[in-house]
């Protein structure tokens, strides 16, 4: 699910911070025990032009930085696939995070 109040301000939030031409919100709350309905546990994928030349954790650090208000609110856990486009066209696979709920190729 993505269409909590928490993922709309995370995707607006990122699609504001990177122009992203990929993004995947993805809430997996679910999957650690929380309370129903509760959005703290996220995974995104974020594939943007503003990447190039980063490395992975000054990619991780912009998406972190652009989501600090929630990261220091609701948002417990926060998932980062961080790619370019050319990254992206040449290896579009998202490692899988147990338990995998598929939906991907």
Known sequence: GDS??????I???LTAAL???????????FRHGVV????????????SGRF???????RHRMVQEALRD??????????IVAKTPQQWEQDSHVPPRP???????
């Open 4 to 9: 909590g109040p928490l993922a709309s301000a």
């Open 11 to 13: 995707r607006s939030k």
């Open 19 to 29: 122009d992203p031409t990929l993004l995947r919100v993805e809430d997996e709350s």
């Open 36 to 47: 129903p309905g509760t959005e703290s546990h996220f995974s995104v994928v974020v594939v």
């Open 52 to 58: 190039a030349g980063l490395t992975p954790l000054q």
């Open 70 to 79: 929630e990261l220091g609110g609701p948002l417990h856990a926060l998932a």
């Open 99 to 105: 338990p995998c709920l598929g939906g991907s190729k």
